[in-house]
């Protein structure tokens, strides 16, 4: 746990403070000096006050007043006030302050909420294999929320998403060598439970014996063997009969097989390449946790891909678990194979939607890079809409291409029913469409392949793993609940 969250129904007497401003200042109360009060109102005249915090030290404790940009116009406020609670983290962090007290004033409640938001994430460090810790570790490790009819519940739920956001962080930065597909079964059957989630991981007999023949192709070439996990929360008062089926991507680690990756900004990365299957899992935690009254399945499909002496080779023709065939032009296509495959057994359960989430495609990073997810699908508009609106809620935003059937041209086979690898472009559109084959029900599909994993930190966002798509799904899954 990177930070503990909680309400504070009081400020306590020698706590530190940082204040959110509206659009007026407010001395009272806080005990400022007449000079002090002047530095305050000075700073708040500068063009760029909302972008750092104004300190006043009072000895026994630091107060810290941050004007954060509210005008109607613009353009994403609750980013807005993330990102300034990151600065304010890596202020606190400096000064080796370990708990503080954030106060507002603003009418909108959700303002203080994505101010702390940001200063979680911020605050997030993946110290396990470090041998200084100790020295590592940032100081910051309570946040009190303290706002005039906030209630104790939603700070709560607060709570519950930064633990996933960070549970699915914690996933994507393990090594292979600890987080290989068993073990990563492990962990989700642990957490899983712990959680209220009902858990049944599937291993390679069982996988054999279901002919999951993409699953079992890319597992060919490893020492490791493959899961299938299966995850429920299907609580008494669930608004929904029919499930909605979260199918997440599970590759622990993606050398491209026999079609062989470049090591440099590609290969090294790729023990991430299951941070579609992260963020699945991390939001089925966080649904079970908040006890949210919708029928949800998660499938995740775990292997690793390598070029071992058995790995599938391009040119070989792959039985799927729905019974048609593959030709295989390129081994590193290998998150659509095992995708196409869960997806399949998804349909078993009659899902009124389906949502697959995965790293698929360099195409997605190269169209959109860092800052969205490809999304494309057969749901309807309505729903593809509070998916993107969930995105700008959270800004996990979200890019609509199209699934024209013209992009199925690009997949056809001279000796099979499809390929697992379209032409030279739009890549990102025709691994869409691969998959498109294996669903019956209303479908969405997220490839994240462009934020999931940064080499320098990005505003709240951290260097390594991010846990990008974990908010997006509870934010979704939240306001489907709703409606």
Do not use: C
């Not at 910051?140 to 709560?156: N, P, R």
């Not at 949800?296 to 292997?303: E, F, T």
């Amino acid at each position: 746990m990177s930070v503990t969250i909680g309400r504070a129904e009081r400020i306590p007497a020698g706590e530190h403070v940082i204040v959110l401003l509206g659009d007026k200042f407010n001395p009272d109360g806080w005990g400022l000096s007449g000079d002090e009060e002047k530095y305050v109102r000075d700073q708040l005249k500068k063009e760029n006050a909302s972008q750092y915090l104004i300190t006043v030290n009072q000895y026994k404790r630091w107060l810290f007043f941050q004007k954060v940009n509210i005008h109607p116009s613009t353009e994403n406020i609750p980013e807005n006030f993330r990102r300034a609670g990151n600065r304010a983290q890596a202020l606190l962090n400096r000064k080796k302050i370990d708990s503080v007290v954030v106060h507002s004033d603003l009418k909108d409640a959700g303002h203080i909420l994505a101010y702390v938001e940001g200063m979680a994430l911020g605050n997030y460090q993946f110290l396990k294999y470090f041998s200084d810790v100790k020295k590592k570790k940032n100081s910051l490790a309570k946040i009190q929320l303290h706002q005039k009819g906030l209630g104790k519940e939603v700070v709560e739920a607060l709570q519950i998403e930064m633990e996933a956001v960070f549970l699915a962080r914690d996933l994507g930065n393990e090594p292979q060598s600890y987080l290989n597909a068993v073990q990563f079964a492990k962990d989700m059957e642990r957490h899983g439970k712990k959680a209220g989630l009902t858990v049944s991981v599937l291993n390679k007999k069982k996988i054999e014996a279901l002919k999951m023949g993409g699953l079992l192709a890319v597992n060919k070439g490893s020492i490791d063997e493959p899961t299938f996990t299966v995850l429920t929360w299907k609580p008494g008062a669930s608004k929904n009969k029919k499930p909605v089926v979260l199918v997440g991507k599970g590759v622990v680690y993606d050398t491209g097989g026999l079609s062989l990756k470049p090591t440099p900004d590609s290969m090294d990365q790729m023990k991430t390449d299951m941070a579609g299957a992260a963020a699945v899992f991390a939001a089925m935690v966080a649904i079970a946790r908040l006890k949210l009254p919708f029928y949800v399945i998660g499938l995740i499909p775990a292997s690793d891909n390598r070029p071992g002496m058995k790995a599938y080779a391009p040119g070989d023709v792959v039985k799927m678990f729905d019974g048609s065939t593959v030709e295989v032009l390129n081994t590193d296509a290998e998150g659509r194979m095992l995708l196409a495959d869960a997806m399949a057994y998804g349909n078993k359960y009659d899902p009124m939607l389906m949502v697959d989430m995965a790293t698929l495609t360099g195409s997605a990073s190269r169209a959109i890079g860092i800052h969205g997810m490809v999304n494309m699908g057969t749901a309807e508009e309505k729903t593809m809409g509070r998916m993107k609106e969930a995105g700008e809620k959270t800004f996990e935003r979200v890019v609509t291409f199209p699934l024209w059937e013209d992009y199925a041209e690009d997949l056809r086979s001279t000796i099979a029913d499809v390929t697992n690898l379209g032409g030279p472009l739009a890549g990102a559109i025709t691994a869409g469409k691969f998959l498109q084959r294996f669903t019956k029900a209303p479908w969405i599909h997220l490839d994240i392949a462009g934020p999931t994993f940064l080499k320098l930190p990005f505003h709240y966002k951290p260097a390594g793993a991010t846990g990008t798509g974990t908010r997006l799904l509870i934010e979704f899954l939240r306001t489907l609940s709703r409606k």
